[in-house]
């Protein structure tokens, strides 16, 4: 069973926007699936879906199932708080936290009740490996968080996501503020997570979703028009239209 089950998934917004249409995709574990296209065609609306965010939008239509490990994530019986536990999610700005680096990390597992400082320290020194951030930060983990670079402070929002071991991992566009470099680590990070978590990424450029997608899935103007494998999609797409955007001749 995939991990993920879209289901002829569709939403509207107030102002009358169908952002999604018809949506189904099947998302596996232990992958990266990259949902990526041109601005306007939905990738954050879905991504949002999947924990629940999209709750806090003004949606005036919404139809199709979700669902997660086979439950429907969109029931009125799911508890959200539980459900955003399990979906962790990144955004395109790192927020830290105005503390230490360290408590960046634990604060969450605190709100979250764990009290066991064993299981803290560790948690604090595991989510950093997992996140490629660890031997920049080990030394001063003390530190203000802020005094972090861009990179190094989006890395520190993917291990405070990690520290709360979620099982899914949703990333909108989380490089795009960054150069190369710090790029290239946090997508090397998510190469490493990708055995222990279904990851869900929107990449910030054709280049990244080629450079990082198992599976690969194009969003235009709210339709998914092709879902293919990275090798498959970025070499020998299907539709014209998947063709005409991957050789960056529109979007
Ligand atoms: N909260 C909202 N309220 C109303 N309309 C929204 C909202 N969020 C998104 N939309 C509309 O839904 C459509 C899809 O937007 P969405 O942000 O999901 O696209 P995207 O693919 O992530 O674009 P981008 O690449 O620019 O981030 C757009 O037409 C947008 O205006
Ligand atoms: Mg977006």
Not at 25 to 42: H, M
Not at 80 to 93: D, E, P, S, T, Y
Not at 114 to 138: H, M, P, T
Request: net charge negative.
């Amino acid at each position: 069973m995939n991990k993920i089950s879209i289901q002829n998934f569709s939403l509207q917004y107030s102002d009358g926007t169908e952002s999604l249409r018809n949506i189904s995709l099947e998302i596996p574990a232990n992958q990266i699936t990259v949902l990526f296209g041109p601005a306007g065609g939905g990738k954050s609306s879905l991504l949002r879906v999947l924990n629940r965010l999209n709750d806090l939008a003004d949606v005036t239509h919404q139809e199709g199932k979700v669902l997660l490990d086979g439950e429907d994530i969109l029931s009125l019986k799911t508890d959200v708080i539980a459900l955003r536990r399990k979906v962790g999610m990144v955004f395109a700005r790192p927020v830290v936290l105005p503390f230490s680096i360290r408590e960046n990390l634990t604060y969450g597992l605190e709100v979250a009740g764990e009290k066991d400082s064993d299981r803290i320290n560790g948690s604090v020194e595991n989510s950093l490996q997992q996140a490629a951030l660890w031997d920049e930060v080990k030394d001063r983990l003390d530190d203000p968080a802020i005094a972090l670079s861009g990179g190094q402070q989006q890395r520190l929002c993917l291990a405070r996501v990690l520290a709360l071991e979620p099982e899914v991992i949703l990333l909108d566009e989380p490089t795009s503020g960054l150069d190369p470099i710090s790029t290239g680590k946090v997508e090397e990070s998510l190469q490493g997570l990708k055995q222990d978590y279904t990851i869900i990424l929107v990449p910030h450029s054709v280049q990244q979703a080629a450079r990082t997608a198992d599976l690969a899935a194009f969003l235009l103007q709210g339709e998914l028009v092709e879902v293919a494998s990275g090798d498959t999609m970025f070499t020998n797409p299907r539709d014209q239209r998947t063709q005409d955007y991957v050789q960056g001749r529109f979007g």
